[in-house]
């Protein structure tokens, strides 16, 4: 049963991924094949409160399905944290009088979104966004393939320095506490070692690993860190570690920092943004609301915000095999 609603309003908040302006593509495209008016909202909760707030149409958003970033702009807000901020976003969904939110973002967008339509009773619709696919329900955030390529990308060609100079790379990746960017580009591009932030397994293993590295004749070796990992030491120190333990390597480090977050995005996360946008809205008009859209096993699921906020996506462990089987 389809609820009467009027006006959808759209935005994207906490840090961009690429996909984000597929989804806000799609949103606004389906919103207009249901008859339905959207807007869009500039520059994420702040932009709600400052009433940065635009009716958009299926020609609005032409050409963007293929931009990385957000054309609406992100911003971090503090004044949505607090009631009088949420009063005054209220107070402009009231003015514009729109029905229904969706928000792109992350977890801490989802906290915001949920603490608002349960103060307001405005239905809200969460779409993960951020690179690093650490949001529960969903197997693919958007971005998150795009980064794992643009990784891959890098690390090939510091493969090709460190493999003309015999060198070991340290090349640290973002993922503060979820190693998947990690695990999936380590294996992508070969790399002899992959530290995350969910497993330890010390720093003998480490040393260990390298010098059978060393021994069975490898002219370069990549060791993949994640942000987050847990040998107590920053990429710079397992640097210095590695070179005190194994003198005969040369060290190199490289930090990817933000141009992993930024680029056209993939053509699978520009799919999995189309639908997950047409299944937010979709959604919403069945009545459902305070849930996120996520994909498993290639299927539209819809997984209450609460969950998707307190929930752990696991990494799949079985990878750490693999890469222990296929480095020797
Ligand atoms: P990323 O994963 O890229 O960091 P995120 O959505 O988790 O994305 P945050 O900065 O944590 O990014 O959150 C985005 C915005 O959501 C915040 O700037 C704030 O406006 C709002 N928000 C986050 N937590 C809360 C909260 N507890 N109450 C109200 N609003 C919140």
Same mark, same amino acid.
């Given at each position: 049963m389809n609820i009467e609603m009027k006006r959808i309003a759209v935005l994207t908040?906490?840090?961009?991924? =690429?996909? $984000?302006?597929?989804?806000? !593509?799609?949103?606004?495209? %389906? #919103?207009?094949?249901?008859?339905?008016?959207?807007?869009?909202?500039?520059?994420?909760?702040? /932009? &709600?409160? +400052?009433?940065?707030?635009?009716?958009?149409?299926?020609?609005?958003?032409?050409?963007?399905?293929?931009?990385?970033?957000?054309?609406?702009?992100?911003?971090?807000? &503090?004044? *949505?944290? %607090? =009631?009088?901020? !949420?009063?005054?976003?209220?107070?402009?969904?009231?003015? *514009?009088?729109?029905d229904a939110l969706v928000v792109i973002g992350g977890?801490?967008?989802? %906290?915001?979104?949920?603490?608002?339509?349960?103060?307001?009773?405005? =239905?809200?619709?969460?779409i993960p966004g951020t690179i690093d696919n650490d949001i529960y329900g969903t197997q693919h955030t958007l971005g998150y393939d795009t980064a794992l390529n643009t990784v891959v990308e890098v690390i090939d060609k510091i493969r090709d320095t460190a493999s003309s100079h015999n060198r070991l790379f340290f090349v640290e990746v973002m993922g503060r506490d979820a190693g998947h960017i990690a695990l999936n580009t380590g294996i992508g591009a070969g790399a002899e @070692?992959?530290?995350? =932030? @969910?497993?330890?397994?010390?720093? +003998?293993? &480490?040393?260990? #690993?390298?010098?059978?590295?060393?021994? #069975?004749?490898?002219?370069?070796?990549?060791?993949?860190?994640?942000?987050? +990992?847990? %040998?107590?030491?920053?990429?710079? @120190?397992?640097?210095?570690?590695?070179e005190q333990n194994l003198p005969y390597y040369e060290v190199r480090v490289s930090v990817l920092g933000h141009m992993q977050r930024g680029g056209s995005p993939?053509? *699978?996360? !520009?799919? &999995?943004? #189309? !639908? $997950? /946008?047409?299944?937010a809205i979709e959604s919403l008009r069945e009545g459902k609301s305070k849930v996120m859209v996520g994909v498993m096993n290639d299927k539209m699921e819809l997984t209450p915000l609460e969950e998707a906020i307190k929930g752990k996506s696991e990494i799949n462990k079985d990878l750490l095999r693999v890469t222990d089987i296929l480095s020797i």
């Amino acid at each position: 049963m389809n609820i009467e609603m009027k006006r959808i309003a759209v935005l994207t908040s906490g840090g961009d991924a =690429p996909g $984000m302006n597929a989804a806000v !593509r799609a949103v606004v495209r %389906t #919103s207009v094949f249901y008859g339905l008016q959207c807007y869009v909202v500039y520059q994420g909760y702040q /932009g &709600l409160i +400052d009433g940065k707030i635009k009716q958009a149409n299926a020609r609005s958003v032409n050409n963007i399905i293929n931009k990385g970033g957000t054309i609406l702009k992100s911003a971090r807000s &503090l004044e *949505f944290r %607090t =009631p009088k901020g !949420r009063q005054k976003a209220f107070d402009n969904i009231k003015k *514009f009088e729109i029905d229904a939110l969706v928000v792109i973002g992350g977890d801490g967008s989802f %906290t915001g979104a949920l603490i608002f339509q349960n103060e307001f009773n405005i =239905p809200v619709i969460g779409i993960p966004g951020t690179i690093d696919n650490d949001i529960y329900g969903t197997q693919h955030t958007l971005g998150y393939d795009t980064a794992l390529n643009t990784v891959v990308e890098v690390i090939d060609k510091i493969r090709d320095t460190a493999s003309s100079h015999n060198r070991l790379f340290f090349v640290e990746v973002m993922g503060r506490d979820a190693g998947h960017i990690a695990l999936n580009t380590g294996i992508g591009a070969g790399a002899e @070692e992959i530290l995350i =932030p @969910e497993e330890n397994r010390g720093l +003998d293993q &480490l040393l260990e #690993s390298l010098k059978h590295s060393e021994k #069975s004749g490898k002219s370069s070796s990549i060791v993949v860190v994640a942000e987050g +990992d847990k %040998t107590g030491k920053n990429v710079f @120190e397992l640097a210095t570690y590695v070179e005190q333990n194994l003198p005969y390597y040369e060290v190199r480090v490289s930090v990817l920092g933000h141009m992993q977050r930024g680029g056209s995005p993939s053509c *699978f996360d !520009r799919v &999995l943004a #189309s !639908r $997950m /946008g047409v299944h937010a809205i979709e959604s919403l008009r069945e009545g459902k609301s305070k849930v996120m859209v996520g994909v498993m096993n290639d299927k539209m699921e819809l997984t209450p915000l609460e969950e998707a906020i307190k929930g752990k996506s696991e990494i799949n462990k079985d990878l750490l095999r693999v890469t222990d089987i296929l480095s020797i």
